[in-house]
Every structure is written in structure tokens, then in C-alpha cells.
């Protein structure tokens, strides 16, 4: 029997993808045995008995489960997109969309408004930071040509005010902080720089580099800010997973002005079987495919043995073993399908960079000597084969391959 | 509340009373006991001869019924040691059967000795006879001044041998047993 299965084995090894066993296979064939161990617990009639069988080294049902599962998970594969469809958003009723929607949207309000901020926060961290140096220069100077008497009650003003602000530097100092110490810094400059005592270059040195400390920290702030804010796009979808594809998709239209569904099958096209690139493609997207998969499995898992679970089965622990892991692993697998979405992504861009021209090259195309020209091109293209009348023909290129 | 709160509060929700449906149906709120050592069909039941289950912890138990509530009751079946054992598995008069060409004697058994004798406990009857026999089991009454009893089951040509000298119940080695 070990023979026939490992016949069969190596004969489906020989016609499959990699990315299918991982990507199709493996889930379909973890999902079959959580199934199976289930039905034990929720007392489906005669799982005992098979869970026994498959346990038995003696098995003969091995090789046609396997085939079988095999048939399935290759009849699941075409239904992959589907599922991602649906996840993304893009396969969803209108109402549910809007209602999906409401909660990104929300975010990226939340998101702007915080980069804002932040964004206002440095320009004023800026502004001031230029002010101080030039004032306190200034200050120091006429302080030193008017040759008035000490007045150390505005020195010791001025170290408490400078204290204050040194101590806030671990958050946001306000502005009117920041200002307050310069101003006491500049009058206690004003009035004593003609005996210039240490204590003057103390104050300037501790109220300039703690500015140059805030506007540091205003320029990291901001910058995290902005890429909270990109990570979700203008036109932001009902799903994570949405706003992930859309921006990983989004790209070939920035960069060179084509959509990337119509860019994308044809650039897989013209990738030679022995380039490194094939093989990242087929990695990145059967992490995908896989991790898509599994979340649609798990959540089927779940939607079918729970209720079971609860009607039939005669101890808590699977159930709430399912009831609270289930949630847990989904939202683990959910994550797993943005990543992998953002990561397909990332190869798609380096193989559109890579391989545009050679689709050009493959449609008889001129490769273009600018970006606006190219732009032109894959605008004339895409109109094209979205059945747009066009104003301007397509030139041909004559030279020989 | 927004939409995702209340999903997962009905979620929780749905989950508390899929588990209190699981508990009501399959009367998960009684207490598992189960045996600490091997017992004989007719064991009359004593202080230590059970605990509760270690599972019981799992269960949301209410904490009955009490393990005392078996001390005296028969067991309806051999069980071994760490088999579960609820009180329906358990009687409050023994299952007594004689097998044909066997008498069934009931010898006295001082309260003393009830301790060490028992279903499955090999005795001899007379001092002077080294025919080993079994207990089929004890019977005690509720009066604690009252003696107690040991049902033992002897082969009819044995009768007159054994029962001679007065009966003089002597603990014996299982292997001996007939």
C-alpha cells in the first residue's frame, strides 16, 4: 500500500506546482484533519472509527484520500481569486461596503488630522528654532554694546524657565514653552551680556540644543505620522486587505501610468522560466494563495463545528478551545493575507520595473526614449483593450527581433 | 458601540450559551468521581475507595454529591483503578449470584475485621480446614453496634468440611483463592 501511495505521490509531485502544495494542498489538508478530530468530539456517528483506521499503520484508504484531497484542493484553486475578491472588498453588496467602510475612513480622518498636527508642530519648531538663534545673537549683542548694570534676579528667572523646558523634552513641549524660554533667556541676554558670566553660555547652549532636541523629535514625528497616513489609500476600500492591494496596485499608475490589471498578466508573460523573478512570483503568491485559503478553511471551520460542537458534543473544552482559539488564528491568518498581499506586491513592482519593456517588445511596440512617452504608450494600450475610440494610432515596430 | 463591539459581544454572548447548552445537556454539573484502586464486582464501598476526578475542575462543577454518599453502596461492576464511577453505577443492596453446585454461605464478620475484607477478598472459614474461598460480599447494618456479614459462595461437597469448626474468617493470598 506504501508503494501505491508513494507512486501516487510522485506522480502528482511530478504535474503540480510547488505553489500548489503549499498554497492549495497543505490547507485543504489541514482543514480535512481539524475536521475529522472535531467530529470526534462533537459525536458524528462512526469518527471514532475512522480516526482509529487512519491512525492504523494498516490503512488502505490512504492513497484515494489523498488523490481525493488533491482533486479537491485543485478544484478550490480557481476559487482562490473569488475569495480574495470577497475579502478585498471588491466582491461585496454596495450597503455592506459603505457600511465596511466607515471604520478606515474614520482612521485615515484620525490619521490626517494627527499628521497635521504633527506637521504643524514642526513648521513651529522650525519658525522658532531660526528665531531663537538670530534673537538670542542679537540679544546678546545689544547686551553687550549697552553695558548695563547685572541684573542676576533675570539670570535666575531665566535658568528656572529653561529648566521648565529642558524637563518637558521627553514629550511635546509646547510652543508657548519654548517661546517663554527663549524670551527669558533674551531679556536675561539683554541686560547682563556686558560681564559675561558662564552662566549666559550655559542658558543659550541648554535652550538651542534643547530646540534643536524638540525639532528632531518633531521631524521623526512627523515622518511616522506620514507613513501611518500613506498606509491607507486616498480612496480607501471597506477592508485591510483592500487598502493593501489597492496599494500595491497603485504603483504601475503612479510610476508609468498603466493600470496594473492590465499590465500585470502580460509582464508574467515575458518572464523567462530561468529568471530569479519567476521564482519570487511563485513564492510571494502561494504565501498568498495559502494564506487566503486558510482564512476562508478556518472560517468555514469554525461556522460548521461550533454549532456542531454545541449540540452534540459532550465536553466544553473543544468548544471553547474552537470558540476562543478560532477567533484568535483568524485574525492571525487575516493579517498573514494583508502581509503576503503587500509582499506579492513589492515583487510585482520590482517585476514591472524589470519586464515593461519587454512587453513592449513583445507587442511590436518602439520602446519609448521618455517616462511621458511610455506613459502615452500604456495609455493608448490600456484604452485600447478597454474598447475606448481612440484619436491617435499605434506605431508598429518594423525592425527585425 | 460600534459594529465590531457588537459583534464580538454577540459572539461572547453566543459563546456563553453554547457552553451552558453543552453543560445542561450532558448533566456536566455533577460531580466525577473516580476509583482509587481496583474494585470487585460488590464492593461495598468505603472511605477511600474513590476521589473526585481531576476533571472536575474543567466541568464548573457545584461540588456534589459528596464522595461520603458512596461509602456502603455496591458497586455494579468490576472497575479499575482511576475508571470513573457515578453514583447510578452503584447499589445500595449487592448482586448476588450463586452458581449451580455452590451454596451460599453468610458467615459472621466482627466490625473490626470488615475493614480488611471485602468482594474479591480470599478467606478461609475454619482454622482447622485450609480451603481458601471468595467473598462474594460483605453486608453491614446501619447500627454501628451490629456485626457485619460476608456472603461467600462454596462448592456444595465443601459444605459440611468447611462449616465444622465454626466459622473463623482468616484473610488469605488472592492466588490462593478457588
Request: with cysteine; glycine share 6%.
Amino acid at each position: 500500500m506504501a508503494g501505491i501511495f508513494g507512486q501516487i505521490v510522485t506522480a502528482f509531485q511530478g504535474i503540480l506546482t510547488r505553489a500548489f502544495w503549499f498554497g492549495y494542498f497543505l490547507p485543504v489538508a489541514v482543514f480535512t484533519a481539524l475536521s475529522l478530530l472535531l467530529a470526534q468530539y462533537a459525536a458524528i456517528a462512526g469518527a471514532d472509527t475512522v480516526l482509529a483506521e487512519v491512525a492504523s499503520p494498516t490503512w488502505t484508504w490512504a492513497a484515494p484520500v489523498f488523490a481525493a484531497l488533491i482533486v479537491l484542493a485543485y478544484a478550490l484553486g480557481p476559487l482562490v481569486p473569488l475569495f480574495r475578491a470577497i475579502l478585498d472588498g471588491r466582491r461585496l453588496p454596495e450597503r455592506v461596503i459603505n457600511q465596511l467602510r466607515r471604520y478606515p475612513q474614520a482612521m485615515q480622518d484620525r490619521a490626517r488630522d494627527q499628521m497635521n498636527k504633527a506637521g504643524d508642530y514642526l513648521k513651529d519648531t522650525n519658525v522658532l528654532t531660526l528665531f531663537a538663534r538670530s534673537q538670542l545673537s542679537a540679544d546678546r549683542a545689544r547686551g553687550v554694546t549697552a553695558a548695563t548694570a547685572d541684573q542676576p534676579a533675570l539670570i535666575v528667572a531665566a535658568q528656572t524657565e529653561v529648566d521648565r523646558f529642558l524637563a518637558e523634552l521627553n514629550g511635546e513641549p509646547p510652543i508657548a514653552s519654548m517661546q517663554a524660554a527663549v524670551d527669558a533667556v533674551g531679556a536675561a541676554l539683554r541686560v547682563n551680556s556686558a560681564v559675561l558670566v558662564p552662566i549666559l553660555d550655559a542658558l543659550i547652549t541648554g535652550v538651542l540644543n534643547g530646540l534643536d532636541r524638540v525639532r528632531n523629535n518633531a521631524v521623526a514625528l512627523n515622518e511616522r505620522r506620514l507613513e501611518i497616513y500613506n498606509k491607507l489609500p486616498p480612496d480607501v476600500q471597506p477592508t485591510e486587505i483592500g487598502n493593501a492591494r489597492i496599494l500595491s496596485e497603485r504603483y504601475s499608475w503612479n510610476a508609468y501610468g498603466v493600470k496594473f490589471e492590465f499590465i500585470w498578466p502580460r509582464v508574467q508573460m515575458v518572464i523567462p522560466e530561468n529568471d530569479p523573478s519567476a521564482q519570487r512570483i511563485e513564492a510571494a503568491r502561494s504565501l498568498a494563495d495559502f494564506a487566503v485559503l486558510t482564512l476562508v478553511l478556518s472560517v468555514l471551520l469554525m461556522a460548521i463545528w461550533l454549532p456542531l460542537l454545541a449540540l452534540r458534543g459532550k465536553s466544553t473544552v473543544p468548544f471553547l478551545a474552537l470558540g476562543i482559539g478560532g477567533p484568535l488564528f483568524v485574525r492571525f491568518i487575516y493579517q498573514l493575507v494583508v502581509e503576503s498581499q503587500i509582499s506579492l506586491g513589492e515583487v510585482a513592482r520590482g517585476v514591472i520595473d524589470k519586464f515593461r519593456f519587454d512587453v513592449l517588445k513583445l507587442l511590436h511596440i518602439k520602446p519609448p526614449a521618455t517616462l511621458s512617452a511610455e506613459r502615452e504608450i500604456w495609455a493608448a494600450l490600456s484604452a485600447v483593450a478597454s474598447g475606448e475610440v481612440q484619436t491617435a494610432d499605434i506605431v508598429w515596430d518594423q525592425s527585425p527581433p | 458601540m460600534t459594529i465590531r463591539g457588537l459583534l464580538a459581544l454577540a459572539y461572547c454572548i453566543a459563546l456563553t450559551l453554547g457552553v451552558w447548552w453543552i453543560v445542561q445537556r450532558n448533566d456536566l454539573t455533577t460531580m466525577d468521581f473516580v476509583a482509587t484502586r481496583d474494585l470487585a464486582l460488590n464492593q461495598m464501598l468505603q472511605k477511600g475507595d474513590i476521589q473526585a476526578a481531576a476533571w472536575n475542575r474543567i466541568k464548573s462543577v457545584e461540588g456534589t454529591p459528596n464522595a461520603d454518599q458512596f461509602i456502603g453502596r455496591y458497586v455494579r461492576g468490576p472497575l479499575p483503578k482511576g475508571a470513573a464511577l457515578r453514583l447510578e453505577a452503584t447499589d445500595t443492596v449487592p448482586n448476588l449470584a450463586v452458581v449451580p453446585g455452590h451454596l451460599t454461605l453468610l458467615s459472621s464478620l466482627p466490625r473490626s475485621m470488615a475493614a480488611g475484607i471485602n468482594a474479591g477478598t480470599c478467606v478461609r472459614l475454619n482454622s482447622q480446614d485450609q480451603t481458601v474461598f471468595r467473598v462474594q460480599a460483605i453486608l453491614c447494618p446501619l447500627n454501628v453496634a451490629a456485626e457485619c456479614s460476608a456472603v461467600i459462595d462454596i462448592p456444595a461437597p465443601n459444605v459440611n468440611a468447611t462449616t465444622a469448626g465454626g466459622a473463623a474468617l482468616a484473610v488469605m493470598a488472592a492466588t490462593d483463592c478457588k
